[in-house]
């Protein structure tokens, strides 16, 4: 009646599924289900049952027949203990015989005595022998215990009966018929015993235990070096098991890997030449052959090591080879204590792998350093290698000292994955890679730098510059950046590689072996140093290069430095001139060597040896370029060409201030000193040969020193609007090559190697105003 009540306060649409309807088709729906999922249930608790009910019967009927052959056992046991009790009822019988026989002859003296003995003899031979009995019975015990399985019994017996015996033992009688066939039946059972021994070692389920009684088995049998070669294939198959159960958790520890493969191998190896020993003896047989199958070994685990290793050219591949050789030089040495010395060729087998590491590590690494600049991917260093870089740096440069931090970083990478033995081993391999990764830094910097030359343009057209620098302080701060890595950061990344080497050379520790395979891949700190230093003479040689070919070339009219110069002079003599100065090509080299020496005390701060060294490079490859330029010759030697006296006295003195340059910035001058010379002479010898006396037309060297130091004072006066103290200071005297230089113990620039490194700084070039007064006005 409430359902109706409600159907008639609420009245139904025709598109509306009443409530009541829906419940009746979906309860049924479920109710079918339910019975249906109860019969399979009852089917799968009926079939449940039958299965248990089978699995009983067998069991039972496996019980059964167990019992049934215990049984069997039984009854053999008990028919041979009837057939021996027979057979001594026979033996008992035959004896009462012959006892009869000699009674009845005795009761009859009458008889013949020869047919008397004949009659015996024949009845004695019809007896069978006891001997005879005796080793038939041993061999049908043989055959019982073989049949049985008692192999130690049956060995036992068997060793014991081969040593009584006469026949078995030497003394047997050759042309005897029956003791051949009895050592023939005894070497048929013996075969017999070898193949359910060897059997033995072919089973899977066989426990080493089992294993070292079959081998002593076989040893009792006179076959010991079978029984030595089923020995290490044993041990070799007990290996192979280990080593196959650890396979799948290699991806899990890619770096460690290789250690645990380590302790498989090399305790197996341990363990099988310990039982080796206790099992055959000291036999160098046997000993060869264990350490030719620890070869064999080794030569597995190097490839095994080598399969499952991470990829070749990440540093978990580094780490694993590094972890690999610690581990098993460890292990080696303590084989060395049984006599076993493996190291020596585990490293030969493992150096193609870690050259292969090395190799695409160091590729990878390759390609990280040529890409430094244009890389925006950040690289954690710690504050001890970015202090040096970042000191003084302006955030113009930024990208510069990055690119330093960048090159530290890589190094820091794979420097990190090395352990102490692996550096003892490889140190020297380690050190020739990264000083080759730091030409390919160099290179990389080389681009950053304006280049003069046909080759690096078409370079720089086939390869995409980053990031080119500019402006002086950019290229200063690019240099101080490569020197203070060469100097400062790659020594203290390296340090525990030197520290490690000298350690071995010092204490020679470990056998005289590993000793001197440590030796032999040790470098010299000083051969890598001027490695180095040969990579940063050809950067700075770079920059020195494009900056004075720059400075050379960018310039037009009278600052241009040419020949012509020289012969287009005004007046007659130099030396009448109380203001005679350079010509204006030098003055302006005076005013941008100030400029760059500004730039540089900025933005190399607290580098002053490093900052004269530049600068003496610079004013050298000026002097280097006059000496080597054949267009700048050939015009004093064209014959059209007017020479006249003022010429030789301007060039002469232009190399006087050129050289005055250097002395009074205190820059290692020597080698400008030794060029300007031989430009000097070389004047003086095209001006002789077109007339010119160059003993009149020159004044005295000191006049040149003295016009060279005046000029310097006033165009510094010029520059600063202050006067400039003129210092006393010894000065070379040129024409007769006497040189007597205040910086005599400071060796040409470019075979000095630095100790100290550049700060690195961010600064645009400074333009200083510069005052050219022209000599010939």
Request: glycine share 4%; charged share 25%; proline share 3%.
């Amino acid at each position: 009646m409430e359902s109706s009540e409600e159907d008639d306060d609420f009245q139904s649409h025709e598109w509306i599924t009443p409530q009541s309807k829906i419940d009746a088709i979906y309860q049924s729906n479920t109710e079918k289900g339910i019975r249906k999922l109860c019969c399979e249930l009852l089917d799968l608790k009926d079939a449940v049952d039958n299965l248990c009910g089978n699995m009983q019967s067998k069991y039972l009927a496996f019980l059964r027949i167990s019992e049934e052959v215990v049984e069997m056992e039984q009854e053999l046991i008990e028919l041979q203990k009837h057939i021996s009790a027979e057979g001594i009822l026979v033996q008992d019988l035959m004896s009462g015989v012959c006892h009869e026989l000699e009674e009845w002859s005795q009761s009859n003296p009458d008889m013949d005595e020869l047919e008397q003995d004949q009659k015996v003899f024949e009845v004695q031979n019809s007896l069978p022998n006891e001997m005879e009995d005796q080793k038939q019975t041993f061999l049908e015990n043989l055959d019982i215990l073989i049949a049985e399985r008692k192999l130690e019994e049956a060995l036992e017996a068997l060793v014991s009966e081969e040593r009584s015996c006469s026949e078995l033992n030497g003394a047997k009688d050759a042309s005897s018929n029956k003791t051949s066939s009895y050592e023939s039946a005894l070497l048929k059972r013996k075969a017999l015993l070898e193949e359910q021994l060897i059997e033995i070692t072919e089973q899977p389920s066989a426990s080493f235990v089992e294993l070292k009684k079959v081998f002593s088995g076989l040893l009792k049998l006179g076959k010991g070096p079978l029984a030595h070669q089923l020995f290490l294939k044993a041990c070799g198959s007990r290996l192979l098991k280990n080593i196959e159960a650890f396979l799948p958790s290699c991806s899990i520890y890619p770096e460690t890997y290789s250690a645990t493969f380590s302790k498989l191998v090399f305790s197996a190896i341990s363990l099988t030449t310990k039982e080796s020993g206790l099992i055959f003896g000291d036999d160098p047989l046997y000993t060869n052959r264990v350490v030719q199958w620890a070869e064999w070994e080794l030569e597995s685990f190097v490839r095994l090591v080598k399969e499952n290793a991470p990829s070749s050219e990440t540093t978990s591949a580094l780490r694993a080879a590094s972890i690999c050789v610690q581990a098993s030089l460890s292990y080696c040495s303590m084989l060395e204590s049984q006599g076993l010395k493996l190291s020596k060729l585990l490293l030969v087998l493992l150096r193609p792998y870690i050259e292969e590491v090395f190799e695409m590590n160091f590729r990878r690494a390759r390609r990280m350093v040529l890409d430094l600049v244009g890389n925006d991917e950040t690289f954690p260093l710690s504050t001890q290698f970015v202090s040096p870089l970042s000191a003084g740096a302006l955030s113009s440069n930024n990208l510069l000292t990055e690119s330093g931090m960048k090159f530290m970083s890589i190094v820091k990478d794979i420097v990190e994955q090395l352990t102490k033995p692996f550096i003892s081993h490889f140190g020297g391999t380690v050190l020739t890679r990264i000083s080759q990764l730091f030409d390919k830094y160099v290179d990389a910097l080389i681009k950053a730098l304006p280049g003069p030359s046909e080759d690096e343009h078409l370079m720089e057209q086939r390869e995409v510059i980053h990031f080119r620098t500019e402006t002086d302080a950019e290229q200063l701060t690019l240099l101080g950046t490569a020197f203070t890595v060469a100097d400062e950061l790659l020594p203290m990344a390296i340090s525990r590689i030197w520290s490690t080497q000298n350690e071995n050379n010092e204490l020679g520790s470990g056998s005289a072996e590993n000793v001197v395979l440590s030796m032999s891949n040790t470098i010299e700190f000083k051969d890598w140093r001027r490695h180095l230093q040969h990579s940063l003479d050809k950067l700075r040689d770079h920059f020195c290069r494009q900056y004075v070919l720059n400075f050379i070339y960018s310039r037009e009219g009278k600052t241009r430095l040419d020949a012509r110069i020289y012969l287009n002079s005004k007046g007659e003599d130099l030396f009448w001139d109380s203001d005679a100065l350079p010509t204006l090509p030098f003055q302006a080299l005076f005013a941008k060597l100030q400029q760059l020496a500004t730039v540089a005390g900025d933005v190399l701060l607290g580098r002053e040896k490093i900052q004269k060294i530049l600068l003496a490079r610079v004013t050298e490859t000026v002097v280097m370029w006059l000496s080597d330029e054949k267009e700048f010759w050939d015009v004093f030697e064209d014959d059209s060409a007017s020479l006249k006296p003022l010429g030789l006295q301007q060039l002469v003195l232009d190399m006087h201030f050129i050289v005055e340059i250097a002395v009074r910035g205190g820059y290692p001058s020597r080698h400008v000193h030794q060029i300007a010379s031989a430009i000097i002479a070389r004047a003086i010898r095209t001006f002789s040969a077109r007339g010119i006396d160059p003993q009149s037309a020159l004044p005295e060297d000191e006049w040149f020193v003295d016009t060279a130091k005046g000029a310097i004072n006033k165009l510094m006066l010029e520059t600063s609007g202050s006067e400039v103290s003129e210092t006393n200071e010894e000065h070379i005297i040129i024409h007769d090559e006497i040189i007597s230089d205040s910086d005599d113990t400071i060796s040409c620039p470019s075979t000095v190697e630095s100790s100290e490194s550049f700060a690195s700084a961010n600064m645009d070039e400074i333009e200083s105003p510069v005052y050219f007064t022209d000599p010939e006005s």
